[in-house]
């Protein structure tokens, strides 16, 4: 049985299992990988006790240590976290509303639980202790996954991940270049596999553009699409021009020269769009696919997360769908399908992806590397936008693991 079934399986069972066996384990045996020096029940993280500015971000020495509540979560100790214009967001209180939800859905908990709050959604680490239902990891493994949303995050010294959320780290990478790719990895995938239905059997000669392409997931759509032999149109500013095409991509569209529609209309038509853009690009992008050939048009700017913000949990999803359904059907009967691409955190799909970085047909895209002490700045430099690769801390190095 692979992985991605003996996941699906385990899932339906695990909330029936005893936690107390697993807890018990965990308090049995003493930690003797800690670098903390002090009581093995904290550790040192960067947390925020509000949402708001860069200003709410606070290190401490006492965030509460992981513990393992399900018998298929592993114990991470982190070596390096990478870090997403998602965790500048989140730092201001983006989608509080359906992540209070996902932590606490019988709303048993009083409003402000989630704090202190720990950021940072990419990670690469060691693998410090397994839970009894762990199949295929084991101590001592280095590891990289996508840490989802509604969970405390990477900028920490451990943290704890479900079983099919991790994967193996591609041995051609350190650990700085590993926390570089989850997210966006998993974020490409969710949109181009599980959503556009694209895969390396179907990809060869298709036509893809992907708007916004020298961001974290374009970078990454970049390469995956050409390793898979599509043809990748770009649209990006003229001086990110040569650092795309230094990825693979096939043909770039500058946006600063005009309206990039005009001379994307020149182009023939397309099987698929990712944009990573949003905005207004929704009412002309849709005329760039070749109509009644299964097209799609895949978008990763919704609407979901602010509606659930504003409107609450019952009328925001509501709302959601309601848009949804009228855009998706309003283009259906041009013959084009509209989708919402959405993060998903896989560790399957990373295994996946792990074989193509480890055979050279996809590399990291590091920006700048900040030390532990200088979370806010690297904060302050994911704020400023226009980067050109990813935003990493490290953590610690694997030689401080006991």
Not at 71 to 92: F, Q, S, T, W, Y
Not at 111 to 124: K, Q, T
């Amino acid at each position: 049985m692979n992985r991605s079934v003996h996941f699906a399986y385990k899932s339906n069972t695990l909330l029936f299992k005893n936690k107390a066996l697993c807890l018990n384990s965990v308090v049995s045996r003493q930690r003797q990988f800690s670098t903390t020096k002090s009581c093995l029940n904290i550790m040192p993280a960067w947390v925020i006790d509000k949402y708001g500015g860069n200003d709410v971000l606070r290190f401490t020495k006492n965030a509460a240590f992981p513990i393992i509540n399900y018998p298929n979560e592993v114990i991470v100790k982190v070596c390096a976290a990478g870090l997403n214009p998602l965790d500048v967001k989140m730092r201001a209180g983006y989608g509080a509303a359906t992540m209070s939800m996902k932590r606490d859905p019988l709303n048993i908990k009083q409003s402000g639980s989630e704090f202190p709050l720990i950021l940072g959604r990419d990670v690469s680490g060691v693998i410090m202790e397994c839970g009894l239902d762990v199949k295929y990891f084991k101590e001592r493994d280095e590891v990289w996954a996508a840490i989802p949303p509604w969970k405390q995050g990477s900028l920490a010294e451990f943290v704890v991940l479900s079983g099919n959320e991790i994967s193996l780290k591609p041995k051609s990478l350190s650990h700085i270049e590993a926390a570089s790719l989850p997210y966006v990895a998993n974020t490409a995938w969710s949109a181009l596999v599980n959503t556009g239905g694209l895969s390396k059997d179907n990809c060869a000669n298709k036509r893809i553009l992907i708007l916004g392409g020298s961001g974290g997931v374009g970078t990454f759509a970049i390469q995956m699409l050409k390793a898979w032999k599509g043809h990748v149109t770009v649209t990006c500013s003229q001086n990110a021009e040569q650092f795309v095409r230094g990825l693979g991509a096939d043909h770039v569209v500058d946006y600063t020269a005009g309206p990039v529609e005009k001379p994307l209309r020149a182009l023939e038509k397309f099987d698929l769009i990712l944009d990573n853009i949003g905005g207004d690009t929704e009412q002309w992008a849709l005329e760039l696919l070749k109509p009644w050939t299964g097209a799609k048009y895949v978008t990763l700017v919704t609407p979901f997360l602010q509606n659930t913000d504003q409107l609450g949990i019952a009328d925001g999803m509501m709302q959601t769908a309601a848009t949804m359904t009228t855009k998706a059907l309003k283009h259906l009967i041009k013959g084009v399908h509209y989708r919402w691409g959405l993060f998903a955190p896989s560790g399957p799909a990373l295994d996946e992806i792990r074989e193509m970085v480890d055979e050279g047909q996809i590399r990291p895209v590091v920006e700048e590397i900040f030390s532990f002490s200088e979370v806010p700045k690297a904060f302050e430099k994911i704020e400023r936008g226009h980067a050109r690769g990813k935003t990493v801390v490290q953590i610690s190095k694997p030689g401080d693991i006991s």
